[in-house]
């Protein structure tokens, strides 16, 4: 194996375990919340033309068998753009699943043209420059291994039911729900406060034998805000504001959304992996 080979299959492997890494990392979060970087491919698959989607697919799709020194150099910009790709989507020092799903696809592009352009040069009589094309088939290849070798989903956060989580569902209408989601914030326990008031003034009254409408002004102030607090609070604060039980609820169906693309990834890549 010459030393330009294992160099560069070193740097595939080395890409492969950096993606592999991330990607783990950012599948895991803590009990009450999940990584939500899902985004679309537009930093990866951003239109470069006005027919191509990028430059690997530009080059894919004007691939033609010529003599053997043009094929030869289309085979390596082919390789070229694949991985200026790679480097694309690793250059926030991040992953998504997504942008593993897109360069899933290139791959399944590249490889068989790749293939084309190996076959040619055997037929053009230059098995040496068939052989370096087997040799990017093959980087490509062992950067789709590393990836799948790496992608670890036997850890995904698991959205499993939670009764507590419904029992501070219902009472986040008087902003106790954010006692159990958000118990460190300290404008939780303010929320819980004001929602409780008119309850406690209630029972205050009760207790002191005052009459509601013989109630000082301050305090029926206090009273007035208690009633619209939990309006304003479930209606709009909770609905669009992380922290409470409908943030909650939003976190649970990106980490379903995750768990299932994961799994279906895992699947591609198994499936695929196992032709290569």
Do not use: C
Request: net charge positive; no cysteine; charged share 25%.
């Amino acid at each position: 194996m010459g030393l330009g080979k294992t160099f560069t299959n070193s740097i595939v492997r080395e890409v492969g375990r950096n993606y592999g890494k991330a990607i783990s990392n950012s599948l895991l979060g803590d009990k009450h919340s999940t990584p939500h970087r899902i985004i679309d491919n537009s930093a990866i698959d951003r239109k470069r033309g006005r027919i191509y989607q990028n430059d690997l697919d530009k080059v894919i799709q004007k691939f033609e068998v010529k003599g053997h020194q043009a094929t030869f150099n289309q085979a390596l910009n082919i390789h070229s753009e694949f991985f200026q790709l790679v480097d694309e989507a690793n250059a926030d020092g991040s992953i998504d699943l997504d942008e593993m799903v897109f360069l899933l696809k290139s791959s399944r592009l590249a490889i068989p043209t790749l293939e084309r352009a190996k076959s040619a040069l055997i037929d053009h009589d230059k098995p040496d420059l068939a052989n370096k094309v087997g040799e990017k088939v093959k980087d490509v290849s062992d950067f789709i291994k590393a990836l799948n070798e790496s992608l670890n989903i036997s850890q995904l956060p698991v959205t499993e039911f939670k009764p507590m989580a419904v029992i501070f569902g219902v009472l986040s209408f008087w902003g106790i729900d954010r006692l159990y989601f958000s118990s460190k914030e300290a404008k939780s326990y303010l929320f819980a406060a004001l929602g409780l008031s008119p309850i406690l003034i209630v029972l205050y009254s009760i207790a002191s034998g005052i009459d509601t409408e013989a109630l000082p002004n301050s305090l029926l102030f206090i009273f007035a805000i208690g009633i619209m607090f939990p309006l304003w609070y479930f209606f709009w604060y909770n609905r669009n504001n992380d922290g409470g039980y409908w943030g909650y609820r939003r976190n649970k169906k990106r980490q379903q959304k995750i768990y299932k693309l994961a799994v279906d990834l895992k699947s591609m890549l198994e499936e695929y992996t196992s032709t290569l």
